[in-house]
């Protein structure tokens, strides 16, 4: 007999469920997330990019629902677009983390998405802002999504100042592939995203080439 | 932020009138409110070496009946821009429709075939605006200037831009085809039997899709809106005919009662005709 309402994951809002992770280094930050778009039980899209560029070196990592996070990052797009215009300048990542905050906490009763900001610019070199429900802090590194809550203990011992952009590249994989394994709602590909002063760079790192640990 | 060559732009935020209207209505119903008409559908689309193929099944079930045998789910968006529809029925047929007509202004204004990516923006906008009210999961595809794309756009207005896309009830057994079968780059025969086979496998494992298959192909030199492109095997054979021929009822009395009609008050309006 066919239920009423169908399926749940047909009606039920399409969440990111996710692992989002940036970090600073000395002259940049590197982004990293993994692929999975969840609707209930139902992997919507195993190959999605979370990590949306704002402008040319500054990015933001989605989590939550999906509809919001990505209206939340084309409309801070369009907003720093018109600002860098207008101060005829690149825009500081602390604005474009300012635009992402001021919406999340205006809609915080009705949206549900957690962005994380961070990009590199002339003033104050890479920088990683966090904005969970409205609030805006600068942190040396920032976790974010339902995977995040398996690697604070790991991030939390093996950060260090003063990493180079390659060691933060193999840490951001680790970070991930850690929170992929034990996370349900985490999984597919890791992106990551290098932003420095000579540019941004964007790299896959495909299923089979993940970092592997004990029990793999 | 709205396209200026839509037809009426849209108020900023979220616009929740029609909110309070649904919440007064259910009062009235006394909680057993009427369901909408589900689509319960398999759709699907890929991307292939000239073009984009879409397919979709033809049942629309109301709960357990099926409505419409041969509902047509793929809608006409643009002359390069075909778009199928799962969810509520209405919700696909209207907000699509919309769409297309927003679409047609902006091609009249432009003198140019939208791009895809436009047709994305535009629903995705409106989707978001209603916070998943307007039931309609969509899989929109198009062949333009820049290419051959295939994206989906969810009821709370999440895109997703994938080589291959199934939606509706009966998705995790097109994608579960989709996927062992999909390459990059493949034939237009190969292109349309994988769809085939993907809607074919909604329709046998999902109650929600059954009867026909239809099939879009978007190439660049037009589009072959294929219909039905299989027949289901399992169609009905009527005994008899429902029609009844002139004397099935019989007539026992007649009666004829004229109408007395008297001409109260006469008019003429000449009508310039130069």
């Known amino acids: 007999m066919l239920e009423e309402t169908g399926p749940e994951w047909l009606s039920e809002e399409v969440k990111t469920g996710t692992t989002i992770i940036a970090i600073e280094f000395d002259g940049g930050v590197v982004l990293g997330s993994d692929s999975r778009v969840s609707a209930g039980a139902s992997v919507v899209n195993r190959v999605m990019n979370k990590l949306s560029p704002l402008h040319d070196r500054i990015y933001c990592a989605l989590s939550g629902s999906a509809a919001d996070a990505q209206t939340i990052a084309e409309v801070v797009n369009y907003q720093l677009d018109v600002h860098s215009i207008e101060i ?31 990009g590199w610019d002339r003033r104050d070199g890479g920088q990683v802002f966090a904005t969970l429900s409205g609030l805006l802090t600068r942190q040396p590194f920032a976790l974010g999504g339902s995977g995040s809550s398996y690697v604070y203990g790991f991030v939390d011992a093996e950060f260090r100042r003063g990493m180079s952009k390659e060691e933060c590249q193999q840490f951001v994989v680790d970070t991930l592939s850690l929170a992929m394994n034990r996370d349900g ?21 495909l299923g089979n080439d993940l970092p592997t640990f004990f029990d793999q | 932020m709205a396209l200026s060559n839509v037809f009426e732009t849209p108020a900023a935020g979220f616009n929740f009138d029609n909110a309070a209207r649904n919440a007064a209505l259910e009062g009235l119903f006394d909680g ?8 319960g559908t398999t759709i699907a689309g890929l991307v292939f070496k000239d073009g984009v193929v879409l397919g979709a099944d033809t049942r629309a079930t109301s709960s357990e009946v ?18 199928c529809g799962a969810g509520t029925a209405a919700d696909t047929e209207k ?8 679409l047609t202004i902006f091609s009249l204004n432009s003198g140019r075939n939208p791009r895809v990516v436009m047709a994305v923006n535009i629903l995705q906008d409106t989707l978001y605006r209603y916070h998943g009210q307007i039931g309609a999961s969509l899989i929109l595809g198009g062949v333009d200037c820049t290419g051959n794309h295939l994206y989906t756009v969810g009821p709370y207005g999440s895109v997703n831009k994938m080589p291959y896309l199934a939606m509706g009830s009966g998705d995790l ?20 039997e994988l769809v085939r086979v ?17 099939i879009c192909v978007i190439t660049r030199p037009g589009v072959d809106y294929i219909r039905p492109y299989q027949v289901s095997e399992y169609k009905d054979k009527r005994k008899t005919k429902y029609k009844y021929g002139p004397g099935t009822t019989p007539v026992l009395t007649e009666k004829v009662v004229p109408v007395k009609l008297e001409v109260v008050e006469e008019t003429v309006q000449r009508m310039d005709t130069a």
């Open chain 1, 88 to 118: 005829d300048e690149e825009p500081q990542v602390r604005s474009a983390a300012t635009l992402v905050r001021n919406i999340s906490y205006k809609y915080k009763e009705e949206m549900s998405a957690h962005l994380i900001v961070a």
């Open chain 1, 185 to 205: 709602s985490s999984g597919g590909v890791a992106y990551i995203v290098s932003i420095d002063e000579h540019g941004t760079e964007e790299k896959v790192v």
């Open chain 2, 32 to 39: 057993q409110t009427p369901k909408p008409l589900k689509t």
């Open chain 2, 66 to 83: 099926v409505a419409d045998k041969m509902c047509a789910k793929i809608h006409y968006i643009a002359p390069n821009i075909y778009c």
């Open chain 2, 95 to 102: 907000t699509t429709d919309l769409l297309s007509s927003n």
């Open chain 2, 173 to 192: 057994a097109a994608l579960g085809i989709l996927e062992d079968g999909y390459k990059p780059d493949l034939e237009l025969d190969k292109a349309k």
């Open chain 2, 198 to 214: 993907a809607i074919h496998a909604g329709i046998m494992s999902d109650l929600g899709s059954g009867n026909n298959i239809d």
